[in-house]
C-alpha cells in the first residue's frame, strides 16, 4: 500500500498517511470550500488502510484550526478506528488555545479512542 502525502494550501491542512509506520498526521489549517471533495480520497485511504493495519496507529491532529465541516470529517475519521485495538490520537493544541484542547476531549468522549493531548511550542 502506498503512502499518502497533500501539501496544504492557506485553507487545506497538510495530510500524511504513512502505511508502514501507521502514521496519520493532519496539520495547519483545515476549511476547504468543498470538504467532500477534499477528504473523499483520504477517506478511500483510510479504508484501504483498515484492511491491514499495522500493529499500532498513531492519529496525529496538528490543526491550529478547523471549521465545522472539518470537525464532521474528524469525527468520521475517528469512529473508522473504534473497532481497532492500539490506536492512539495525539491531540495537538497552543497552549492559551483552551477551546483547541476541548475539541479534543469532545471528540475523546464521542469516539471512545486513547487520546493524549500535547502543546504546540
Known sequence: MEGFIRTGSPETPDISLNPILGRLEFSGKSLPEDPATFFKPILAWIDEYLAY??????????????????????????????????????????????????SGKEFQVLSKLNFEYHEFH
Open 53 to 102: 493495519p499495522v500493529s499500532k496507529t498513531d492519529i496525529e491532529i496538528k490543526l491550529d484550526y478547523f471549521n465545522t465541516a472539518t470537525s464532521l470529517v474528524l469525527m468520521k475519521v475517528f469512529n473508522k478506528f473504534q473497532e481497532k485495538k492500539n490506536v492512539v490520537v495525539h491531540w495537538y493544541h497552543f497552549p492559551e488555545d483552551e477551546d483547541m484542547l476541548e
